[in-house]
């Protein structure tokens, strides 16, 4: 069985592979190489038949999972997954990318070389290997930069770079940034933040 019985009843979520929601549910029946989940949304398959999705499982107590898996047998009232297995650990992180309000300092230039120039901005949303920041500063796409926020009180400083840049309003702009060798202690932060919020949303 890939994953406890404990798991029965956990809030999840069904998406495409493209990660668009399927539904929200619980997990219902948990078989050796499937899962029924419950279509609390009601919703009609967005995916075909036999294709496959993700299963982002959020438990009270126990390890959050995704699972992967072939769409079986979608009803209005239950989804069935399988052909099942658990997502490798960097899948994982490329996978989570939730939308957030959380203020920073960005200052242009790596940490190494001490940012010339600091600016306050927003995150708009956040994952294990970026975010996307808001600022009405004009920052040069490839630039080096060091970007430090807080989580939970926590303060978390990463290097990274801007891989796109878009002008979101007369005086704002968005900046696509990938985040550059990220630390163990700051992935788990963000890790268990990205968890925390994902748990957040399925449960409204």
Known sequence: ?????????????????????????????????????????????????????KVVINHTYLESKVIEGILYIPTMEFFRVIDVKTLMEKEQRNFFRVNVNIEAIVGVGPRGGGP?????????????????????????????????????????????????????????????????DVDDQSANLICQYLFKKQKEIIEI
């Open 116 to 180: 010339i120039k600091r600016y306050p901005v927003v995150l708009n949303d956040l994952s294990l290997n970026g975010t996307l920041m808001v600022c009405k500063a004009i920052i040069a796409q490839r630039s080096k930069i060091e970007l430090a926020f807080e989580i939970d009180q926590k303060e978390i400083i990463l290097d990274g770079q801007v891989v796109r840049c878009k002008l979101q309003s007369d005086d704002q702009y968005g900046y696509g940034i990938r985040f550059i």
């Open 1 to 53: 069985m890939l994953i406890a019985e404990e798991y029965r009843f956990a809030n999840c979520e069904l998406r495409t592979m493209g990660n668009d929601l399927l539904t929200k549910g619980k997990i219902i029946k948990i078989g050796t190489d499937f899962l029924e989940i419950s279509n609390d949304l009601g919703s009609s398959s967005l995916a075909r038949y036999e294709h496959k999705v």
